[in-house]
C-alpha cells in the first residue's frame, strides 16, 4: 500500500523566521519587503512571503502548514519517519510541531476559529 504524503494534509504552506530580536527583524523586513499584512506589534507578523515570530523553541527558519486535521498531520509525519512533538493549544492555534529525519521543522496548525 503506498503511503499518503504529508502535503495532502496542508491548505497553505508559508516560511515563518523566529527571533529574538523581533522589533529589529521587523523593521528590516518592512524596509525590504513593505507593510506587514498582520502584525501583532511585538510577537508576530505576516508578509506577503513571509512570517515573523519571536518564538524561541524553533529554529530560526521553518515552515508553517496550515490544516484542518493537526492529528492527521501527525500521524502522515510518523508514518514518513519524523518525530512529532505533543500537540499544544495556544490562544489561537492548536499545532503540533514535526521534524524530519534531516532537519527540517514543519508546525502543522490549526486555527481555532475560522
Not at 515563518?16 to 519587503?33: G, K, N, P, Q, V
Not at 486535521?69 to 518525530?83: E, F, I, K, P, Y
Amino acid at each position: 500500500m503506498e503511503r499518503t504524503p504529508l502535503s495532502h494534509v496542508f491548505e497553505k504552506m508559508s516560511v515563518m523566521h523566529s527571533t529574538a530580536r523581533w522589533a529589529e527583524t521587523f523593521d528590516d523586513l518592512t524596509e525590504a519587503l513593505g507593510p506587514a499584512g498582520f502584525s501583532d506589534g511585538s510577537a508576530w507578523a505576516k508578509f506577503t512571503t513571509l512570517c515573523l515570530s519571536d518564538e524561541t523553541d524553533v529554529p530560526p527558519w521553518c515552515l508553517l502548514g496550515k490544516t484542518h486535521d493537526v492529528a492527521a498531520a501527525a500521524t502522515l509525519a510518523r508514518d514518513a519517519g519524523w518525530d512529532v512533538g505533543e500537540p499544544a493549544v495556544g490562544d489561537h492555534e492548536c499545532r503540533v510541531v514535526l521534524r524530519s529525519p534531516h532537519g527540517l521543522t514543519v508546525i502543522a496548525y490549526s486555527p481555532l476559529t475560522p
